[in-house]
C-alpha cells in the first residue's frame, strides 16, 4: 500500500520503518528538519517497563498536583487550568483511582515489555550502535519511601518483573560516586530496564528506513487530513520562499497519525476529538568533567521522579510533568530541582561552567492522555489509523507499537493484544 506518517519522533519514525519492512511505499512528513527533534530530542533516556509499575498506590488527587506538594514526582501544574483543562483533569484524577489504576499500568507495561524485547531484536539483527547500557537502580531516601513502594514492588514481581531490594550500603557498591553525604536508605535494582540515546537511535532507524525506499519529507507541515475512499494529505513547506506558494495535496491508501501534541488539531476537522495534553518534561545535559564521579549507567530518584543516566562521554538528568506549560518557555523550578537531585547524588559529575562547557537545557512536550496507555489501532474512519498518547513513556513504548501497528495494518496478528489501546475507548 501507498502510506503516510505523519510525525517523525521516535513513534513515527519506527513506525516508518516497520511498515517499509513490510514492503509499503512509505513518505513521512515531518515540520522540522530532520527526526527526533521535538519530545524525542533530549529525553529521560529510559527504558522503564518495570519503573511504570511504581505509580501503583500513588493515589492522584488535586492536591498532589500543586508544585509545593510534598511529592515531587507526578503531574504537576505550572498555572491555573483554564476551560478545556478542567474535564481532561476530572478523568486523569478517575483513572487513577485504586480500581482503575492498577489495570491502566499493567496495559502499559505489556506494552514497553514487547517493545523492548523489540527494539533489542532490531538492535541486534542490525547491529545498531548508540549509547546504551541494561540496568536502572532506583534509590530511596528515606524508609518511609520504600514503605510507600511496597505495594507497586508486589505488583512487580507478579508480573515478573526482575527486581531486587537493595540496602543503601549495597546501593553505593553497585553505584560508587553516589554522594555519601546524601541520605540513602535504600535502593532497587530493575534489571529489565534501560539506558539508551533514544534520538541517535532514531537517526539509525531512519537510515534503515531510507534503505528501503522510505521517503521523508523533511520542512512540511500537514495543514489538513481528508478521508474518502482514501486519504488526502494537504501539505506546505514550513520555510517556504514564497508566502503566496499554494499548499500541495497527496493521496495515499491509509495514513498513520503519530503528530503528538500537534494530533489534537489536525483530528478536530474530521470530528475526532482526542483528550490529548502537552504536558512538559525537562532534561539538562552536560559533558562529564570526571568519569569517576559519574553514574556507570542510571539511578532514578524515587522522591522527585528524576533519572540522572550516563550517555557516554555526557551525563543527562531528566524529569517533570508539568500541565499548562508553553512551548520554548522552560520552568525555572523544574530545571532547579534538576540541578539540585545532581548535586545531591554525583556533586562534580558533570562540566557546568565556561563557554566550552556549556549545558544543555530543554523542555520538551509529552502528549498525554488521561488513562495513561496510548491510543493504537484504526480510528473510526477508514483509513486513518493512530499511534498517539504515549506520555513520557513514548521511547519506552515505540517500537514495539509501531511493529504491532504494521501487524494489523497488513491484516495480520500482532503478538500483542491491542483492544486495550483501541481508539474506539475515545470514540475516536
Known sequence: ????????????????????????????????HTVAEEASFANGTLIHPGWILALAGHRRGWRSLTPWAAAGSGLKLERLPRTGEWPWLWQWQRAGQPGAQVGHLEHVHRLASYSHQ???????????????????LALWRTP????????ALQLMRTLGVE?????????????????????????IELFGDAVANCRQFTLLIKAQAQSLNCRFAFGTRVERIDVDGGVTLTHAPVDSA??????SSERFDAAVLCAGAASAELLRPLGLRIPLQPVYGHSISAAIREPMDAPLSGVLDARHGVSI????????????????????????????????????????????????????????????LPDGPPVLGASRLPGLWLNLGHGDSGWTT?????????????GGSPDIDLST???QRFDL
Open 421 to 423: 489501546y483501541s481508539p
Open 242 to 247: 514564497s508566502p503566496s506558494e499554494a499548499p
Open 309 to 368: 543516566t550516563r550517555l557516554g562521554q555526557r551525563v543527562r538528568v531528566a524529569g517533570g510533568a508539568r500541565l499548562g506549560g508553553r512551548p520554548g518557555l522552560k520552568s525555572a523550578t523544574e530545571l532547579r530541582r534538576l540541578y539540585q537531585v545532581l548535586a545531591d547524588w554525583f556533586p562534580g559529575a558533570a562540566r557546568m561552567g565556561g563557554q566550552q562547557d556549556s549545558v544543555l537545557e530543554w523542555q520538551g512536550a509529552h502528549a498525554m
Open 144 to 151: 518511609q519511601e520504600a514503605e510507600q513502594m511496597q505495594g
Open 398 to 410: 515505540a517500537c514495539g507499537s509501531a511493529r504491532a501497528l504494521a501487524d494489523a495494518i497488513r
Open 163 to 187: 527486581v531486587r531490594e537493595l540496602s543503601g550500603q549495597d546501593t553505593r557498591l553497585l553505584e560508587p560516586a553516589l554522594n555519601p553525604d546524601t541520605p540513602l536508605h535504600a535502593g
Open 118 to 136: 523489540r527494539l533489542q531484536a532490531l538492535s541486534t539483527a542490525m547491529q545498531l550502535d548508540y549509547d546504551r547500557s541494561q540496568g536502572l
Open 1 to 32: 500500500m501507498k502510506l503516510a506518517i505523519i510525525g517523525a519522533g521516535v513513534v513515527g519514525t519506527t513506525t516508518a520503518y516497520e511498515l517499509a519492512l513490510d514492503g509499503h511505499e512509505v513518505t513521512v512528513f515531518e515540520r522540522r
